[in-house]
């Protein structure tokens, strides 16, 4: 059973940095892709990082191009997202997700879901 569990949330200062943990049991995901995806009160879950586990290829919305970085440890398991220069609109759950093969980056492409981790950025 596939089994994503993140870390590393929690309560920064506006400019401050925090580094997201995901770490993926139950299967290889060798031909899987992984997604950092977020969601705000009141907002639809949106992708702010993305990584092909098997080329380390990475994509980044605008909105956090340049300040977010998306990696993988594959002899771990895990997948990072390092969050620098973070903004008060980075409020939100992040969710680590992980989907087979995944062409269009929405939500609904990616099978397995984290529980969530919350990072609240204050002004």
């Known amino acids: 059973q596939v089994q994503l569990v993140e870390s590393g949330g929690g309560l920064v200062q506006a400019g401050g940095s925090l580094r997201l943990s995901c770490a993926a049991s139950?299967?290889?995901?060798?031909?899987?892709?992984m997604g950092w995806f977020r969601q705000a009160p009141g907002k639809e879950r949106e992708i702010v990082a993305h990584?092909?586990?098997?080329?380390?290829?990475?994509y980044y919305p605008d909105s956090v191009k340049g300040r977010f970085t998306i990696s993988r440890d594959i002899a771990k398991n895990t997948v990072y997202l390092q969050m620098n220069s973070l903004k008060p609109e980075d409020t939100a759950v992040y969710y680590c997700a992980a989907g087979h093969d995944v062409r269009v980056l929405t939500a609904a492409n990616y099978n397995y879901w984290g529980q969530g981790t919350q990072v609240t950025v204050s002004s």
């Open positions: 990584i092909r586990w098997s080329t380390g290829s990475t």
């Open positions: 139950g299967r290889t995901f060798s031909d899987y892709d």
